[in-house]
């Protein structure tokens, strides 16, 4: 297909991992990018990975990337009330001169 | 850098009135992107430039929906007649052509 594909919400344990999940289609997207939104904000973006790397490492944050199954998955360690957010997750297309095509994005709730 | 820059940050207009939003994206970006998010539909890219020239307008939903860049620094996404069902956060993000994308934080249109 063509989509982006995100699950809708996710609730976590304040201090617990949270992993959103994201399957994506265009096997040459060098980039795959993770943004995120506050409420009433834009998007912000958190972190991206390139698509000659499986892993990618940022304080709190872990991406993962499945090239053979175009799996995405972003780990938040230690998750915060603050991280309470709507998560997309995206890919480059550059057959199409560079848009982004985003997954629909994931509510992530932290509960204390 | 002030980073992508929007105005206004809301907008409440009357349907059938004329609505002109604004972007300045960030110096030295040659892309250019106008997105729509609503709730129903999501992140839509509406239609993006690279060096000031439209590349892809597939997403303007119809005639009533028209945007410029005459400049690198300065576009505008216009609405004319604009009508209730175009109430949502329009976005305009900027990047150097190919590269990660960094959005401003929206215009919020209300159109009664």
């Known amino acids: 297909g063509e989509d982006v594909e995100q699950s809708l919400f996710l609730s976590v344990r304040e201090g617990d991992s949270s992993v959103i999940n994201c399957t994506y289609t265009d096997s040459s997207s060098t980039y795959l990018y993770w943004y995120k939104q506050e409420p009433g904000a834009g998007l912000q973006l958190l972190t991206y990975?390139?698509?000659?790397?499986d892993m990618k490492q940022d304080q709190r944050l872990t991406v993962l990337l499945n090239k053979k199954d175009k799996h995405l998955s972003l780990r938040i360690a230690d998750t915060q009330t603050g991280d309470s957010a709507i998560y997309f997750c995206?890919?480059?297309?550059?057959?199409?001169?560079?848009?982004?095509?985003f997954g629909q994005g994931t509510e992530l709730s932290v509960k204390p | 850098d002030a980073g992508v820059i929007q105005s206004p940050r809301h907008e409440v207009t009357e349907m059938g009135q004329e609505v002109t939003l604004r972007c300045k994206p960030i110096?030295?970006?040659?892309?250019l992107f106008w997105y729509r998010q609503t709730m129903m539909r999501g992140l839509e890219l509406l239609i993006y430039?690279?060096?000031?020239?439209?590349?892809?307008d597939s997403g303007m939903p119809e005639d009533r929906f028209s945007a410029k860049m005459p400049n690198a620094s300065f576009s505008t996404l216009k609405i004319q007649p604009s009508e209730p069902r175009d109430s949502a956060v329009y976005f305009c993000a900027s990047s150097i052509r190919g590269d990660t994308q960094y959005f401003g934080p929206g215009t919020r249109l209300t159109v009664l």
């Open positions: 990975i390139f698509s000659n790397m």
């Open positions: 110096s030295g970006h040659n892309s």
């Open positions: 430039f690279n060096n000031n020239v439209p590349i892809d």
């Open positions: 995206a890919e480059i297309r550059y057959n199409q001169g560079g848009k982004l095509i």
